[in-house]
């Protein structure tokens, strides 16, 4: 069912233009972040807790203090910093991010002690600072490893959450994933929603869930930047003004249209008449103004929803350069695809993708979603003309597992990896009923900001 909301206020705050800042390496100790969610007891296998985005790795700081070379492997220490507990983890949420390569090429994460897989988590060309969010299961031992194919990189990583793993307690605030049909709760390009935000300005956007606001943790959402006028980036956090995140989440060129998932959480408050309400916010840091589109693919929230499942190493179920899964795809064509066996069964109802574009002859956009309904007006990738452009799908499958890729226009090849799977609660037979809403007041915003970075 739809959601409703209001545009919040936009707010100025002091930000610089420098997408990425500060340094960890995997011998650090632990960054400074909320302490890791108390046991509580409960089975929690698969369950999400979110965390504030904090860094735990920047291979520009003095503890590596160099890019790293093709083909060399970086191993990243995730439990016990950022607020990842110890131990008890199955996979981490990483927004992945390169700036400064020499060459085109790509970064994989998966990990540490698996084989290399045949899969990529994020792409580039020459000069380019990009990011992708990617969930990479965590070896026994609390690590995962990135892996540069090609040339020379910086990399940044920034966790914003993570998978429980078996366990017979659950960490406080440890939540099931509900997935929803994608819906616009952002567009500033329309005259009633914007105008564009304007440079190191943020704005607050409420939702009103009814009776399950109470109860939601952190939303997935697809946030896209169009047209912004200089380099730049957007960050979105719970909307506290007083503990905005060092770290970004999408990266953009001039003029270049941009989208990256976020699994951002939030703020929970009262309407002035009483009515619990969810926040988050969007900063644009950069010089310019930029348009910002935000779609709401899903929520993380209390109840009996769904639960991740790791396919452990990522698995390429398409590639149409070489006719897996399906076929190259021409302009306003759709291709269905079945998963197979080794990423899907008879409990799952989405599977958490890396979906890339591969060399498109025009500008066009492409959309991924479940075979059986409607296709959204929302996309998932936006590549320019011969752009190689990732971003994460978490994508809903029929009851035999297929699920539609939409491409508009041009021909584009297209490659899906998989990192896992979201399957019914052990308490559910059938798939959670969808969250719903009704119209929220805007958040006004009046207190002094710190700066983003």
């Known amino acids: 069912m739809r959601r409703s909301v209001i545009t919040g206020l936009s707010a100025a705050l002091v930000l610089t233009s420098a997408g990425v800042g500060g340094a960890l390496t995997a011998s650090a100790a632990p960054a400074a972040a909320p302490a890791a969610p108390a046991a509580t007891t409960g089975v929690a296998d698969g369950t999400f807790v979110s965390l504030k985005p904090t860094r735990l790795l920047d291979t520009r700081g003095a503890s590596l203090g160099r890019k790293l070379n093709a083909k060399e492997i970086y191993n990243l220490k995730v439990n016990g910093r950022g607020g990842v507990p110890s131990s008890g983890v199955l996979a981490v949420v990483l927004n992945l991010t390169v700036t400064g390569p020499t060459q085109a090429g790509n970064i994989v994460a998966y990990p540490k002690g698996a084989a290399v897989p045949n899969a990529s988590s994020l792409n580039f060309v020459a000069g380019d600072t990009r990011a992708n969010l990617v969930t ?5 031992d609390g690590y995962v490893s990135i892996r540069n194919a090609v040339g020379q990189t910086h990399v940044i990583a920034d966790v914003q959450g993570y998978y429980v793993g078996s366990t017979t307690t659950a960490p406080a605030g440890a939540v099931d994933y509900f997935p929803d049909d994608p819906w616009r709760v952002l567009d500033t390009r329309k005259a009633a929603e914007g105008p564009a935000l304007a440079a190191h300005t943020y704005t607050v956007q409420s939702i009103d869930y009814g009776a399950d606001t109470a109860d939601i943790a952190a939303l997935a959402v697809n946030v896209t930047a ?21 770290t970004s989440n999408l990266n953009f060129a001039a003029g270049a249209t941009t989208s990256n998932m976020v699994l951002v959480p939030v703020t929970h408050r009262l309407d002035t008449d009483g009515t619990p309400l969810i926040d988050f916010a969007v900063g ?3 010089n310019g103004t930029v348009d910002v589109v935000v779609d709401v ?6 109840g009996d929803g769904l639960r991740f499942r790791s396919a452990g190493s990522p698995k390429r179920i398409v590639d149409t350069r070489t006719s897996v899964g399906t076929t190259k795809l021409g302009p306003a064509t759709t291709r269905t695809v079945t998963a197979p066996s080794t990423v899907a069964n008879a409990s799952t109802i989405a599977l958490v993708t890396n979906a890339t574009a591969v060399g498109p002859t025009v500008a066009t956009y492409l959309t991924l979603w479940e075979t059986g309904i409607t296709r959204s007006s929302s996309s998932n990738l936006n590549p320019a003309a011969g752009q190689t452009v990732a971003n994460m799908a978490m994508v809903g499958i029929n009851d035999v597992n297929k699920f539609n890729i939409y491409n508009n226009s041009g021909t584009t090849n297209v490659i899906v990896d998989v990192a896992g799977r979201f399957d019914l609660s052990p308490n559910l037979a059938t798939a959670p009923t969808a969250f719903s809403g009704s119209t929220a007041a805007p958040k006004a915003s009046t207190a002094q900001v710190a700066p983003l970075h």
């Open 297 to 302: 693919v899903g929520v993380y929230a209390k």
């Open 226 to 246: 169009v047209r912004p006028a200089t380099a730049g980036f957007l960050n979105a956090w719970n909307g506290d003004e007083n503990a905005i995140p060092n």
């Open 284 to 286: 644009n840091s950069s």
């Open 136 to 140: 990479v299961p965590v070896s026994s």
